[in-house]
């Protein structure tokens, strides 16, 4: 069965530091999603991504963080400079339309830790 | 803004029946969901239902839909050890059009003892 993949699991950085987290959509997947979880907390939305370009937003999803589908499979999010405040679980996910019937796939996840 | 509300936890034995709570805020919603966690994975959808439905059932998973209240329920029949994980309710942002935006609530972690 296809399902999304996430790399790498568990990534430790340094406050200030640049990340980079991959994501592999599943392949006739058209819509893109993050997501992040901080511990004990809500899973929030963090962006959408359709046709190429950011379709919706969040408000935590500010100058600091950008997304970018740089060939046909993977889907990645960067955050810049990385603060304490950003240590949380990060989920992608994907589904073929936008729609509310479709089901959107989530990948295991990629723990960041911001030391 | 929308928001989504869950009860933390919830211990049940084996064999009884689970019953997870839910509200929401916006009488807009259109579909509301159930994501099941287990340790070490993603998200993974169990149900949904679509907001001109109160009742939809799936062998051992019943929704309920009370719209006037904006309370959803999940209730997992005869219930087993592989059930224990957290259990997320989410609702497709009304206001998002079709983006497909998740609002979670918090999660609740089901403990099923032997």
């Known amino acids: 069965e296809p399902e999304v993949t996430q790399t790498p699991s568990h990534q430790v950085t340094q406050m200030g530091q640049e990340v980079i987290l991959r994501c592999v959509p599943i392949?006739?997947?058209?819509?893109f999603y993050w997501y992040r979880q901080i511990l004990g907390q809500k899973v929030e939305f963090l962006v959408s991504f359709y046709n190429n370009e950011i379709s919706e937003k969040s408000e935590i999803f500010d100058d600091q963080f950008s997304v970018e589908r740089p060939d046909g499979s993977n889907f990645t999010l960067k955050i810049r400079s990385t603060k304490l405040e950003d240590s949380a679980m990060y989920f992608c996910?994907?589904?073929?339309?936008?729609?509310?019937?479709?089901?959107?796939?989530f990948g295991p996840g990629t723990r960041l830790t911001v030391l | 803004g929308e928001d989504v509300e869950q009860s933390l936890f919830l211990s049940v034995r084996e064999g009884d029946s689970s019953v997870i709570n839910c509200t929401y805020t916006?009488?807009?919603?259109?579909?509301l969901y159930w994501y099941k966690q287990e340790p070490g994975a993603g998200l993974q959808l169990l149900t949904y239902i679509f907001s001109n439905m109160d009742m939809k059932q799936d062998q051992r998973l019943t929704v309920l839909l009370n719209k006037k209240d904006k309370h959803l329920s999940l209730r997992i029949a005869d219930t087993q050890t592989g059930d224990s994980a957290i259990y997320f309710c989410a609702e497709i942002d009304p206001g998002s059009g079709n983006t497909g935006k998740l609002i979670f609530g918090q999660g609740t972690t089901l403990q099923v003892k032997p």
């Open positions: 916006d009488s807009s919603s259109t579909y």
């Open positions: 392949s006739n997947h058209l819509y």
């Open positions: 996910a994907s589904s073929r339309t936008g729609q509310g019937s479709n089901e959107q796939f």
